[in-house]
């Protein structure tokens, strides 16, 4: 069973910037894709950023041209810097594995923008 763990959530005043990172138990490339997803409390998780095992990205409107995805396959890391925050971008953070037959989430990381 792979592990995800992510960290770099905490408090940041907005226009701020932080920089997630979600360390895989075992080789990133395996997966398909990997992604960032959040999800606030009573709302459904939601997309904010996917990279598949060729390289291409994906974000959710509300966060193009602020945030981008990376990874370092060495590292076994897949990161999400984050800049000019907004207070609406406070949630958990959740990392994800997934191929076909096999969807990972890691425990998740707060952020915080305070206005």
């Known amino acids: 069973q792979v592990q995800l763990v992510e960290s770099g959530g905490g408090l940041v005043q907005a226009g701020g910037s932080l920089r997630l990172s979600c360390a895989a138990s075992s080789s990133i490339f395996s997966f398909a894709r990997m992604g960032w997803y959040r999800q606030a409390p009573g709302k459904q998780r939601e997309l904010v950023a996917t990279?598949?095992?060729?390289?291409?990205?994906n974000y959710a409107d509300s966060v193009k041209g602020r945030f981008t995805i990376s990874r370092d396959i060495a590292k076994n890391t897949v990161y999400l810097q984050m800049n000019s925050l907004k207070p609406e971008d406070t949630v958990v953070y959740y990392c994800?594995?997934?191929?076909?037959?096999?969807?990972?989430w890691g425990q998740g990381t707060q952020v915080t923008v305070s206005s």
């Open positions: 990279i598949t095992s060729g390289g291409n990205t």
């Open positions: 994800n594995a997934w191929r076909v037959g096999y969807n990972v």
